[in-house]
């Protein structure tokens, strides 16, 4: 089925750990995101790439890195897990950054850091 | 499999007219439903509901949940022509699922 896969879908790490999380879609979209999600916060974006060998930090860089592989892949990095970045972790894409129907979110990734 | 459903895709109203959006789902292991307002890039968390029948306001938005049926609904009163967006549903799962399956979207666009 089309979309967009996000893996790992739960992970706990020790702080200090790194991990990357994985997204890819199969819709040929330019644009991808990764979200967090915290309780009572809602989505915040955290990169975006807007096409392929472009990326832009989003409301809450800080803590880690992106990888826009090729145009299906976009891949989030944390260096070293601290125990603020547990959240709920989303991976989406869109046919245009601004103005055109068609997000399509991954079903997440639960990151607990302890 | 599970799936979330929302319509209609698109709707084009005036300004002061009322418009309910639709969600309807099929999902294991259900925990709540949340609904957002997406402008541009990043979602705006508007509701989240878990139990049925209470109904929840914030300002013109109200939402409520019914789940014997499957659905939610959102209606938004008085619209403004801020309220042009995209509306996502998404269900939350308990463990071991999807963990949150989201909708396609209604686009609501409200002309002046």
Known sequence: NAGVTQTPKFQVLKTGQSMTLQCAQ???HNSMYWYRQDPGMGLRLIYYSASEGTTDKGEVPNGYN??????REFSLRLESAAPSQTSVYFCASGSDSFTNYGYTFGSGTRLTVV | EDKVVQSPLSLVVHEGDTVTLNCS???TNFRSLLWYKQEKKAPTFLFMLTSSGIEKKSGRLSSILDKKELFSILNITATQTGDSAIYLCAVDQYNYGQNFVFGPGTRL???P
Request: glycine share 0%; net charge neutral.
């Open chain 1, 66 to 71: 992106v990888s826009r592989l090729n145009k």
């Open chain 1, 26 to 28: 199969d819709m040929n």
């Open chain 2, 109 to 111: 666009s409200v002309l």
């Open chain 2, 25 to 27: 789902y099929e999902v």
